[in-house]
């Protein structure tokens, strides 16, 4: 098989204030709609360039990875550690690293906040008062770190994995959880469009590494206390977080939070 030809990005531009940004995602939607993950990237690296980065956790993650090094994208990735991780996910990690040669920047989170925290709570808080606390400290505050100098950044967010979050995800948006007025960031989700059969699809066909525990019936996997396998028939997302009400299951990496509402 050739070697891919990796792509340079284009001299960046400088930074878009809000409302312009607003306006290029508009732009890049309708340019982008109905095209393939590879051609959504690309625009992403040709834009953004090193200035972006692949959020890598779960399969669909993976398939980003695969994509990117089928279409010559060096695309920077990043990973969170919660410290709470199955080791089949740390597994994982070291498999897609050596897979494809690839760096992944690792943010763990504030070892100050994790003692304070189960200090005080214990290790299982999450249980009694929800997991909004436990994910805003090991999950939401490294993810902030992790995009504080990034002005782009590619999911593997897909429309039906969330009933009430997901459903109307566009490709391209200005992410409302952390963009500021002064600092607007864009979110790229180019598996927006693919169903969960067609990723599974094309991770098979491409023999990409995968987290074992999908094989013993976990679809969605999060941090080990928080992750159960799910019933035939079950939605991905019953298997997260089942003790909250089920159609409101983020973590606050991926919605914006509303008065009282940092937890989603």
Known sequence: ??????????????TLDLPQTVARVAEWNLRLAGRPPQEIMALCWTEFGAAAAISFSGAEDVALIALAAEAGLPLPIFTLDTGRLHGETYRLLEAVRERYGVTLEVFH???????????????FSFYKDGHGECCGIRKVEPLQRALATRRAWLTGQRRDQSPGTRTDL?????????????????????????????????????????????????????????????????????????WEEATHKECGLHVAPGPGQADR
Request: glycine share 4%.
């Open 109 to 123: 989170p504030q070892a100050a906040a994790v003692e304070a925290l189960t200090t005080s709570k214990g290790l």
């Open 170 to 242: 566009p490709v391209v948006q200005v992410d409302a959880a952390f963009s500021t007025p002064e600092r607007p960031l864009v979110k790229f989700n180019p598996l927006a469009a693919w169903p969960s059969q067609r990723v599974w699809s094309y991770l098979r066909a491409a023999e990409v590494p995968f987290n074992a525990l999908h094989e013993r019936g976990f679809v969605s996997i999060g941090c080990e206390p928080c992750t159960r396998a799910v019933l035939p028939g079950q939605h991905e997302r019953e298997g997260r977080w089942w």
């Open 1 to 14: 098989m050739s070697e891919p030809t990796v792509l340079a990005p284009v001299a960046l531009a400088p």
